[in-house]
């Protein structure tokens, strides 16, 4: 190519001119940002456009329309060079604290919505890209905007109630701004409750959004572009080059010089395999400015789309076309908007091309199947200009993610037909997760009908083989036959047949699947039917359609009122033709239900809390919705993380080694092999220090940049940690026992070079047989020790007592933290006597201290851990955190420089673990009356390859199992099974939601076999005054559980409403309703003695300001909210004098990890003790000049020489349990709440939604009701995401599979309950802790149980409209595939399981 081509690379970011001229092209715009800009806002979640933590505005601006365009992308998956003569606007760029907020900064973070901050730049980035293209968006437009962003602590509901405020018709007052939920106390109603106040924020204080005031696209940019002539465009890299053509011709060019180059739209296929699978692509040729790709325009036969056209084009463009163009003629069209709709996240869709979609020939890929079903017509041309048009239907796909086109070939355009009158076309698609979720199954219908009679039919799936698939077979039998009942008979049997899957087919679920492909076809054949008798619609429709100017305006009204007056007349005759049981329609009125899809609504919700006492001092912000202390910062992206901070000069990067196989020797000594086999623990003693000699890093350490390879045998002190048996290694010395253990590091000058150079370490494994699931630890005895029991009473009086006695079993999955923040560390080591700084993001500091001082093999007091906020933890950060930073450590000490490493999203989850897994098999005895008189039950944990907390864990479990119910006779048995998956570990509620699930499923079973209603068995078995737990505590206030319960029972109408779920459920036989009240007891503190501890530090200073340290870290619970609410209230002086840094050992040393929701427990206590020190201090200056204010207090009190700073120390009295003697109490006081929710289940599918959820949680008097509410809703919707959703799966050999959010889905924005009420029980002060408050960080995540039982209640309908009655098995998580296969029927009969042992299945549950 010659040099003129050669271009300097420009863009605007935030206004400012960027030229470079040595950009890497194989940079993407998010490292280029945070790198070279030190942009750090946007934030690095996953790297594969699945959370939208990366989210930024691009802006560009074309020339012959003159119009400038704003569409948000995901930085990480666009390559630097596409955004050449763009500007680029990220979240600094919108607002600062120095320049003022955003209005979409200021109204995220008065709302309460965000909590740990990292998603919060991406969702600030959305929302304002939407608001510059709809300066009033509705709630809809809100909503779709965010499909693809990921929060993982707010539970969504206060960012979408903050945003609210931008929407059109939101004139509400700030109290009128939300619903009420007060049931008949509604103060709507006239009710009114005294001292409930609802208001968590005030939008009448909110700065106005003022579109005019917003930057402006940069006009020297305009000038540039309108005096640019187009031309090829070419940034040459080290290993990339970039080339960008404006014309076919160029690209002809191009493509002959580099037949090997390789081809980019939106880049979104292709970045992924860049940033997860490391593929490398040397030449880049951009499609982006070819002219004949980007045109989409309308022609004679349909609708022609050039291969680039983005799809949110392509979904503006249908959507406009088809208002013009006849209905009858839009079908397919109607089609595709409808399903770009659930395809991907808007980010995603505003780069993703057509064609890419096409060429990606995924399997499961949205668009082939309508494609293939609607004759598409593909053009595409080689480099000699020669033109083909290959019929997408049968021809073109050839292979997996193979096509039939030549290498030569390009695509130039997709033609969708025109539909005509007597065809009927729809798709369908069934994904995990409804939002941003690929498909597991797709499907695409059309059928021509004369008179009821095919004439031609096209039937195509996805999901169902390495092809879109067309049914080829069936599709011909059926050609001449009438759309009737028996033509649905015959076609399912075709179709099952035609599209079997064996068991061990790719993807797994087959019965799943097979049984989705029929009820698309019965969906498919419903709506043909019904449409059927309303073809005269179309008739009507075509009959009566008036010009746009016809005289009397008003067109589309009058033309709907047409159609409107029809279907009254057809739906009273149809009613008419029921009663008389004419046939005269051939679809039942309880069927239609298969055909509607789930009503759209927007979200609505209440909060409603204790309003603070009249005579409450105004400084006071105890029981004050007060925003989180570093909302702002989170909000505008200034708040830093650990892979935010500056790199130091002279600072590496670390890349882990990691194993890949779950249980392997890598150690080539027989006789350590012998040894290792003879048992387990001598290696550990023995050989800790000889070399692994399968592992070689040579190769690696000759890369450029690379300094040195790190493993066991740098490891100082020791690299063992735990008990014999069932402790673990830092590096792996002999055995690799899971799929992500540590056996080495590289370091390197960046990561890019760190992360190659790790991957050509080469590591020889003899594979041993590994035990990935529960059930194989149980075949094997694999268990680790001890193995707890718990027992009162006496099981078999129990059951002699007992009229009836069932066993069963429930198996729940484990959890991914998915904290947004990966696991993150930075080693600092100092130039003498070997002292290190940790900077890391973890839960516990003095853990984390006392392992790197271990490992390095030095005095604790050499090692200070820093801690400034955690991107989320929930658990995950709490130990499974220091192997990272004790890894840094190793190789900081060796290099004797700063080393630093934040893992991959992948990294992550394949080495850190997750909620343990859970199995439990029960016995309970009970009464005909539902009267629990015995149970047995055996618990079993998958606690993965090493000890960690899982016998905590599975300790919590048990002794919290029986929740709010009086059990008289009880045997718990509690096995944590060793396994060759990564260590789990602590997750919020610390094996309590995995054993609420168990008791709630039995609770169901007794009520089942009794025959009445779970909520009666549950308040019959619910804890009276005076009873205990069964480890014997008395649970102090149990009134307060009876309270929450009919509490929740009034303001959620809960008997009417289980009328009205009746009434649903009798009228439609394939969307079932089910509804559910759970109660909660959950005992509160660590069972361990010596953790209810906590310190804190409070210095004040000279001019009155005061720096606040305790030992609890944050990551976004608000936990420094809170205790600066604390120290403001004890020390009498406004929040705002009030600061908190960071933790860190050599301040508050010897703290307890922040969990157990006892954070501000302990701390606020020890923030109490200290400040009343002070206090006391300060009090002869007080009392000597009263009128004076706090700041010459301080000052008196300095020059006279007393100190102005002060320690304060709290343990928790009388607590702890012994587990060898079974006394003590386990807990130290116990928090309450109940809830209620209803669901609607799709039974052909297994979809659902939440259709409302009332919470009342006890918190005694809340310190902050913003932050409290927050927390209850984010526990719950983690808890919902826990139960219906959330879901790892392995390779049969350890592998994880579910690896990144495109495979594990979270809940989304839309996922969350569309009316979600929230209501803090009053006047319950608990005098046991500061401010009289409670904990709150995990119970309620349990109360997300009741939206797993309502969804089985809603089985149980459906169950019984096949004729099954009787209890079933329903495992957690209720996903799609559990549901739809739960609701037995017709379709699913014909998929029974094959026999397990007989097939390798594709993917296994742990
Ligand atoms: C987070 C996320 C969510 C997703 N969700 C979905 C989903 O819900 N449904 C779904 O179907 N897909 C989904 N995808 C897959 C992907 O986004 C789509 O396949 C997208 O349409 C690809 O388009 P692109 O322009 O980004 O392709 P690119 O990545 O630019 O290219 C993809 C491939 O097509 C080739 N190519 C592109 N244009 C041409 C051409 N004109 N001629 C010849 N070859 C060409 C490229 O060389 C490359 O091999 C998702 C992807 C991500 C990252
Ligand atoms: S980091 Fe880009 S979408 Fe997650
Ligand atoms: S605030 Fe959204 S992920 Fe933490």
């Known amino acids: ?758 991957r050509m370490v080469r590591v020889e494994y003899q594979e041993l047989e590994p035990i990935i699931s529960i059930e194989d630890a149980i075949a094997k005895g694999s268990y680790l020790q001890p193995i707890r029991t718990l027992r009162n009473g006496n099981v078999s009086d129990g059951y002699n007592n007992s009229d009836q006695i069932i066993k069963g079993e429930i198996k729940l999955g484990e959890q991914e933290h998915f904290y947004l923040e990966t696991q993150t560390g930075l080693a600092l080591p100092k130039r003498e006597d070997n002292v290190m700084e940790i900077l890391s993001s973890c839960q516990d500091q003095r853990f984390m201290q006392a392992r790197v001082a271990n490992v390095l093999g030095v005095q604790f007091h050499k090692i200070t851990v820093r801690v400034k906020r955690l991107g989320g933890g929930f658990g995950g950060k709490e130990t499974r955190c220091w192997h990272l930073s004790a890894a840094l450590a190793v190789a900081a000490k060796r290099v004797g420089r700063p080393v630093r490493c934040m893992l991959d999203r992948g990294e992550d989850m394949s080495s850190t673990g997750t909620r343990h897994a859970f199995l439990g098999r029960y016995k309970v005895g009970f009464t005909n009356e539902g009267k629990i008189q015995a149970l047995e039950i055996d618990l079993y944990s998958n606690s993965g390859n090493s000890q960690d907390s899982s016998i905590s864990v599975m300790e919590c479990a048990m002794l919290r199992m029986q929740n709010a119910y009086y059990i008289p006779n009880v045997t718990v048995r509690g096995y944590c099974c060793k396994t060759n998956i990564p260590s789990n570990t602590a997750f919020r509620g610390f094996g309590t939601p995995q054993a609420l699930m168990m008791t709630e499923n039995w609770i169901s079973d007794i009520a089942l076999a009794c025959g009445i209603s779970q909520r009666k068995v549950r308040e019959i078995n619910m804890l009276q005054d005076g009873e205990s737990t069964y480890c014997n505590q008395k649970v102090q206030d149990l009134y307060l559980i009876k309270r929450c319960w009919n509490e929740c029972l009034n303001k959620s109408d809960y008997e009417m409403r289980q009328l009205q779920v009746n009434e649903f459920n009798r009228s439609n036989r394939w969307k079932k309703r089910g509804i559910s009240i759970i109660p909660l007891s959950y005992g509160v503190g660590f069972h361990a003695k010596f953790l209810n501890q906590a310190g804190a530090l409070v210095i004040i200073y000279t001019d009155g300001s005061v720096l606040l340290t305790h030992g609890g870290v944050e990551m976004g619970q608000g936990l420094h909210t809170k205790m600066i609410q604390v120290a403001s209230r004890t020390l009498g002086i406004a929040s705002n004098r009030i600061y908190t840094n960071e933790n860190s050992t050599s301040t508050v040393p010897n703290t307890s990890q922040t969990a157990a929701s006892v954070g501000s427990d302990l701390n606020g206590m020890a923030v109490k003790i200290a400040c009343e020190k002070l206090c006391r201090r300060l009090e002869p200056y007080r009392n000597r000049e009263p009128s004076k204010t706090w700041d010459d207090w301080v000052k008196a009190a300095y020059y006279d020489r007393v100190s102005l700073s002060a320690t304060g120390f709290y343990k928790t009295p009388d607590i702890g349990y012994e587990w060898d003697t079974k006394s003590g109490e386990p807990f130290y006081y116990f928090s309450f709440g109940a809830a209620v929710s209803e669901v609607e289940i799709d039974c052909l599918t297994g979809d659902h939604m939440v259709l409302r959820t009332d919470i009342v949680m006890d918190v005694g008097d809340t310190i902050n009701p913003a932050i409290d509410i927050g927390q209850i809703e984010g526990a719950f919707i983690q808890g919902y995401g826990l139960f219906t959703l959330e879901e790892h799966r392995w390779s049969p050999t350890g592998n994880l599979l579910t690896k990144g959010p495109g495979f594990y889905k979270l809940p989304g924005f839309t996922d969350i309950p569309v009316e979600f009420n929230v209501s803090l029980l009053d006047g319950v002060p608990n005098k046991k802790v500061v401010c009289s408050s409670k904990a709150i960080g995990e119970p309620p995540l349990c109360l997300a149980i009741s939206v797993f039982y309502a969804i089985k209640e809603a089985i149980f309908s459906s169950r019984r409209d096949s004729g099954i009655e009787g209890s079933f098995r329903l495992d957690s998580p209720a996903t799609a595939e559990r549901i739809r296969m739960a609701c037995v029927d017709k379709f699913t009969g014909k998929f029974p399981s094959a026999t397990p042992g007989t097939f390798t299945p594709f993917f296994i549950r742990s």
């Open 1 to 758: 190519m010659s040099t003129d081509q050669e271009t300097q690379f420009i863009f605007f970011c935030n206004g400012r001119k960027i030229t470079d001229n040595s950009v890497d092209p194989s940079m993407m715009l998010l490292s280029y940002l945070r790198l070279k800009l030190r942009l750090t806002g946007s934030k690095l979640g996953c790297g594969e456009g699945g959370c939208g933590a990366c989210t930024v505005m691009v802006s560009s601006y074309d020339k012959a329309t003159k119009k400038i365009s704003h569409i948000s992308v995901n930085a990480c998956l666009t390559p630097i060079c596409q955004i050449h003569m763009m500007a680029v606007t990220t979240v600094e760029g919108i607002g600062s604290l120095k320049t003022g907020l955003h209005p979409v900064q200021e109204r995220i973070a008065k709302s309460h919505g965000s909590q740990c901050g990292f998603c919060t730049p991406g969702i600030v980035m959305s929302m304002y890209t939407l608001l510059r293209n709809n300066h009033q968006p509705t709630m809809s437009d809100v909503e779709d905007t965010f499909q693809g962003n990921l929060c993982r602590c707010t539970g969504y509901r206060p960012i979408l109630e903050g945003f609210r405020t931008f929407t059109k018709n939101n004139d509400f007052t700030d109290t009128e701004y939300l619903a009420c939920n007060g049931g008949t106390q509604c103060c709507r109603s006239g009710g009114g409750i005294n001292g409930i106040s609802k208001t968590l924020f005030q939008p009448s204080k909110f700065t106005a959004y003022d579109p005019s005031t917003e930057i402006i696209f940069p006009p020297e940019l305009i000038l540039m572009l309108e005096n640019e002539k187009p031309k090829l465009l070419r940034f040459t890299g080290e290993d990339v080059t970039w080339l960008r053509p404006t014309n076919l011709h160029q690209l002809f060019d191009i493509r002959k010089q580099f037949p090997n180059s390789k081809l980019v739209s939106g880049n979104t296929e292709l970045g992924v395999d860049v940033n997860l699978k490391k593929v490398r692509y040397p030449i880049l040729v951009s499609l982006t400015h070819i002219t004949e790709l980007n045109t989409v325009e309308s022609c004679d036969v349909g609708v022609k789309i050039g291969a680039s056209v983005t799809l949110s084009r392509i979904e503006e463009f249908l959507s406009n076309a088809i208002k013009k163009i006849p209905d009858h003629k839009c079908k397919s069209l109607f089609a595709i908007v409808d399903m770009l709709h659930w395809f991907a996240g808007q980010q995603i869709r505003n780069v993703a091309s057509i064609g890419g979609n096409i060429i990606t020939g995924s399997p499961i890929s949205d668009l082939n199947p309508i494609f293939m079903a609607s004759g598409c017509t593909l053009e595409v041309v080689d480099t000699e200009g020669v033109r083909r048009l290959i019929p997408i239907v049968n021809k073109f796909f050839t292979g997996y993610r193979t096509n039939s086109m030549k290498p030569n070939e390009i695509l130039i355009s997709v033609t969708v037909p025109y539909t005509n009158k007597s065809e009927h076309f729809k798709a369908f698609k069934q994904a995990h997760r409804r939002d941003d979720d690929i498909a597991i199954v797709n499907a695409a219908f059309r059928v021509d009908l004369q008179d009821e009679v095919i004439q031609s039919c096209s039937m195509v799936f996805g999901g169902m083989a390495p092809t879109t698939k067309l049914a080829k077979e069936t599709m011909s039998k059926i050609i001449g036959r009438t759309w009737d009942q028996s033509l649905l008979e015959d076609t399912t049997i075709l179709l099952a047949d035609e599209m079997s899957l064996p068991p061990d087919a790719p993807g797994g679920m087959v019965e799943y699947r097979q049984s989705l492909v029929l009820s698309f076809f019965f969906k498919f054949y419903l709506t043909v039917r019904q449409h059927c008798s309303f073809s005269e619609t179309i008739l009507l429709a075509d009959e009566m359609s008036l010009p746009p100017d016809a005289p009397g305006g008003m067109v589309e009204y009058r033309q709907s009122l047409v159609l409107s007056f029809f279907f009254k007349f057809y739906l009273t005759v149809r009613q008419h033709c029921s009663f008389s049981e004419n046939k005269c329609i051939n679809i039942q009125s309880v069927d239609m239900s298969a055909t509607l899809p789930f009503k759209r609504a927007d979200k609505r919700s209440t909060q409603m809390f204790q309003e603070i006492p009249d005579n409450q001092s105004s400084v006071d912000p105890v029981g004050r919705p007060m925003v989180h202390s570093s909302a702002y910062q989170q909000a505008t992206g200034e708040a830093v993380y650990i892979d935010d901070i500056v790199p130091f000069q002279d600072e590496l990067y670390m890349a882990i080694v990691f194993s890949q196989k779950a249980h392997a020797i890598i150690n080539d000594d027989l006789m350590q092999i012998i040894l290792v086999w003879l048992l387990d623990v001598i290696y550990m003693l023995l050989f800790f220090k000889l070399p692994a000699r399968c592992v070689d890093a040579t190769a690696a350490l000759r890369m450029p940049g690379v300094y040195a390879f790190i493993d066991h045998n740098d490891v100082t002190g020791s690299n063992f940690f735990g008990e014999l048996g069932q402790g673990e290694e830092l590096f792996a010395t002999v055995k690799v026992t899971c799929v992500g253990q540590y056996i080495g590091g590289i370091v390197a000058d960046n990561k890019e070079i760190a992360q190659r150079a790790a």
